[in-house]
């Protein structure tokens, strides 16, 4: 059974740091591309940030780029997302997203919430 596990999600206050995990289960991990998404209120679901099966690559979203930072642990089957200077709309929730061929395996999480509030 595929499972995607994030945590890590809380209410922060602006500028503030908080760190988020996902821990993945019943697939190959170090086979698949791993990205956190977020989803406002409101609005669409977004990349946040993808990094290659490897890590070798990493790609970030322009909004959140310098300020946050992506890793994974192929022996524990697990993606990071590190955020730093976090600002109110940074706001929403966090999904972490599996994929691997394209979108021809293609897994979410369940997600957790980040909220940056004063």
């Known amino acids: 059974q595929v499972r995607l596990v994030e945590s890590g999600g809380g209410l922060v206050q602006p500028g503030g740091s908080l760190a988020l995990s996902c821990a993945a289960s019943g697939f190959t991990f170090s086979r698949f591309t791993m990205g956190w998404y977020r989803q406002a209120p409101g609005k669409e679901r977004e990349l946040v940030t993808e990094i290659t099966a490897a890590g070798g690559s990493t790609k970030y979203a322009d909004s959140v780029k310098d300020r946050f930072t992506a890793s994974r642990d192929n022996t524990k089957n697990t993606v990071y997302l590190q955020m730093n200077s976090l600002k109110p709309e940074d706001t929403a929730v966090y999904y972490c997203?599996?994929?691997?061929?394209?979108?021809?395996?293609?897994?979410w999480g369940q997600g957790t919430q980040v909220t940056v509030s004063s």
């Open positions: 997203r599996a994929r691997w061929l394209g979108v021809v395996y293609d897994y």
